[in-house]
């Protein structure tokens, strides 16, 4: 979702962005698919947690993979005053996701320096994605990390270095 929120902005305003990294999403709508995380994170309430390991375990009811569970823990704060809160705006997110979805809605291209980088073992950038990355940027640049779409969960070092050098490029 990160990935469409920079796509439009670069979009929109292409005067403030010097370059994009896009990771694991092209500029097309997509289907629904993540209603097990939603309904996974909108079961807890962070304010009454005790710890992260409870959230954790709530979590792993509905999610299997502990990577993808940790990787979503990573928006939960501690307050001050006991329990936590999500850092994202869960409610925003789910109210708003359909319109998250879908394809970008500015009028013109971005031709700044943009990197796209796709997971080899993800369906979220497809072989004929590549020519409709070039019509909407068409200065980008495709590179693909053996990885599925959580590239940051599961290479983050990889993902670092590849963006690192395209950011100091």
Do not use: C
């Not at 994009?20 to 097309?28: M, R, S, T, Y």
């Not at 993979?65 to 005053?81: S, T, V």
């Not at 990197?115 to 497809?126: A, C, E, M, N, V």
């Not at 599961?154 to 690192?164: F, N, Q, R, T």
């Amino acid at each position: 979702m990160g990935g469409k929120t920079a796509m439009e902005f670069a979009l929109r305003y292409p005067d403030m962005t010097d370059k994009l990294v896009v990771v694991d999403i092209a500029p097309k709508t997509y289907p629904p698919g993540h209603d097990i995380i939603f309904k996974a994170l909108r079961s807890i309430n962070p304010a009454t947690l005790a710890d992260r390991q409870e959230a954790e375990d709530a979590l792993a009811k509905d999610i299997d993979d502990a990577g993808i569970r940790l990787f979503l823990l990573k928006n939960l704060a501690r307050q001050k005053e006991g329990g936590f809160r999500w850092k994202m705006n869960l409610e925003g997110i789910y109210q708003n996701y359909e319109q998250i979805l879908k394809e970008p809605t500015a009028s013109d291209p971005f031709h700044g320096e943009a990197l796209f980088i796709r997971g080899k073992k993800s369906g979220y950038i497809d072989p004929g994605d590549e020519s409709l990355i070039k019509q909407w940027f068409p200065e980008a640049r495709l590179e693909t990390m053996n990885a599925g779409h959580w590239v940051h969960a599961e290479d983050p070092d990889g993902l670092y270095d590849l963006v690192h050098g395209f950011l100091s490029a």
